[in-house]
């Protein structure tokens, strides 16, 4: 690293236009990021980090207002410069990965497409260099069979998987500084460390600066050289990472440090008991299967979990999930779900882990009856609903309720709050308008909201506030099972906290059961009872999460842990 900052903001000052007036969201911050250097910039979602990020490449959001201050990078101010000067940044010197794979990627343009278009708008290669280029840039970012995904659309890609899409974007022209926003929020930990791992090459190897925005304080701890901690718009807390973390002087920091969880830390209340019920012990038949499967026996006898009983509210036998290949493939298309078995017990949270593409959303999908299995069998409170269709499928899905990964793309931006939570008692015909108005203001106050939102629009809540209002819509029918996709990894540790603490407090108070996706093993340990884990379509290893992640019985397993930012995960 070089004295001279590559990056240089100064007294950087923006605001928001609202219907009440101008709204401060960054104010006065300094910051600065030299060639070679990870900067981490964190804080809580509308503390005003992606907003001073987005100054960086003129791509702030409509009603944005840079008010003042200078951006100096590479010694000219983007403060003041024209949009064509901005574009021949943009991708050239200052790569860009987007939170949100699902609005920042062309649903209609094949992928390994997608990411030679920088390389061919900057005039970096012709077109048969750019695509070759494109699907070693594929490669690079980690995804498997490079010339199978380039050939592929967004829609036919895991959400971590298009998180890594926009990452060889952002890669893909050399820039000299990359502003990398939230890049690894939908990765599991080994593809993380292998996307981070490139990223801390790249600025080792040619200089590269990295402007990293993340609510991962491990992330942070383990790749940044520095890190800014950001609050109300206003930079609180700067340093070197380890005295920033070890040693914080801010009260916002030491808060921030404190709600984030923790793979050593204590356990949230949620034990998987049905209310008013004692606790049961997790069933052998799960974990007798597992060894077998670790032993080496077919994966098929593994797989296949028996009922245990009245405790289980859904339990799959050797779910399969096969799709067609394309039109001129001549191999047989991809299984998604390769003889998967599991049970959930009536209050039970049940946590499924793996590498993005492991099959855990298709899976949850499947039990569900969202997607339809290949071959197995799903049963639902001890009814088979495996080929249920038509009018007994539509009262099944009254009792199923999902809660998406991104809190940005899983509410109408065209509905109130109120609108959205009553939505689905609109879609079953349940209640008058008044009704219905009068339930959504109850299910607001069961998410610890406040009233006043019920007449806002999405657009005007944070990532936490979204996500409570997906949970307040999922439980507007009462369900009995709620499947919880990557809940809280868009979201900031303090929020990320709140959401955990509410699910934890709603399933004590309703005897919910949850199927709770995630890659992230602390919030899995402070959530969940029991775990599976998840690897090229088959559960390997399954158990109480205390025994899978204490002794892991598969490698896999050990390398998930071994993978967890921050250090040691046992």
Do not use: W
């Not at 100096?72 to 003041?80: E, Y």
């Not at 981070?196 to 491990?218: M, N, Q, S």
């Not at 859904?314 to 191999?331: F, Q, S, T």
């Amino acid at each position: 690293m070089t004295d001279a900052p590559l990056l240089d903001i100064r007294r950087l000052r923006i605001s928001y236009r609202t219907r009440a007036g101008a709204v401060p969201a960054v104010r006065d911050i300094d910051l600065t990021v030299l060639p070679g250097e990870v900067l981490a910039l964190v804080g809580e979602s509308g503390s005003g980090k992606s907003t001073a990020a987005h100054a960086v490449t003129g791509l702030l959001p409509r009603g944005g207002s840079l008010d003042g201050g200078s951006i100096l990078f590479g010694g000219a101010d983007l403060a003041r410069a024209g949009q064509g000067a901005l574009r021949g940044l943009r991708g050239r010197e200052i790569g860009l990965v987007p939170q949100d794979p699902m609005v920042s990627l062309n649903p209609v343009q094949r992928v390994g497409r997608q990411v030679a278009e920088v390389l061919l708008i900057h005039r970096l290669a012709d077109r048969p260099a750019a695509d070759r280029r494109a699907r070693e840039l594929l490669g690079e970012a980690g995804l498997p069979d490079p010339d199978r995904v380039a050939r592929q659309y967004p829609h036919e890609l895991s959400g971590g998987m298009r998180q890594r899409v926009l990452i060889a974007i952002a890669l893909a022209a050399r820039p000299r500084l990359i502003i990398a926003d939230e890049p690894t929020s939908a990765l599991d930990v080994t593809v993380q460390r292998k996307i981070l791992d490139h990223i801390g090459a790249l600025t080792a190897e040619l200089g590269v600066a990295v402007l990293l925005i993340t609510h991962d304080l491990a992330v942070a701890a383990d790749r940044a050289h520095r890190v800014a901690v950001m609050s109300r718009g206003e930079i609180v807390e700067t340093g070197p990472v380890r005295r920033i973390l070890d040693t914080p002087s801010h009260p916002y920091t030491r808060a921030l440090l404190a709600a984030a969880p923790s793979l050593s830390g204590p356990r949230a209340r949620g034990t998987g008991r049905p209310a008013a019920e004692p606790v049961r012990p997790p069933a052998r038949a799960a974990t007798a299967g597992t060894a077998a499967a670790v032993a080496g026996a077919p994966a098929a006898a593994a797989a296949r979990v028996p009922a245990a009983g009245a405790g289980d509210l859904v339990v799959a036998e050797d779910l399969v999930k096969e799709y067609p290949a394309h039109r001129g493939e001549r191999h047989p298309g991809p299984r998604a779900v390769d003889g998967v078995g599991l049970r959930i017990g009536r209050g039970e949270t049940l946590a499924l882990v793996g590498e993005s593409g492991s099959g855990k959303s298709t899976t949850a999908r499947m039990l569900v009856r969202l997607t339809e299995p290949t071959s197995g069998r799903i049963a639902f409170d001890g009814q088979d609903i495996t080929r249920l269709g038509g009018g007994e499928l539509r009262r099944l899905r009254r009792r199923m309720q999902i809660v998406h990964q991104s809190p940005y793309a899983s509410l109408s931006p065209r509905l109130s709050v109120a609108e959205i939570i009553a939505e689905p008692l609109r879609a079953f015909r349940i209640g008058g308008r008044a009704e219905r108005g009068r339930r959504a203001a109850e299910l607001l106050d069961q998410v610890r909201l406040p009233a006043a939102l019920l007449g806002r629009r999405a657009a005007e809540l944070s990532g936490g506030q979204r996500q409570r209002v997906a949970i307040a819509r999922a439980l507007a029918l009462d369900p009995d099972l709620v499947v919880c996709d990557e809940p809280v990894s868009a979201l900031d540790v303090s929020s990320q906290a709140r959401i955990l603490d509410l699910l934890a407090d709603l399933q004590d108070a309703r005897g919910l059961s949850y199927l709770f996706i995630s890659h992230d093993l602390a919030v899995v340990r402070r959530i969940a009872a029991r775990v599976g884990v998840m690897r090229g379509g088959r559960i390997v290893e399954t158990g109480p999460v205390e025994q899978v992640f204490g002794s892991p019985a598969h490698p896999y397993t050990e390398e998930l842990l071994a993978s967890v930012p921050g250090g040691p995960a046992r």
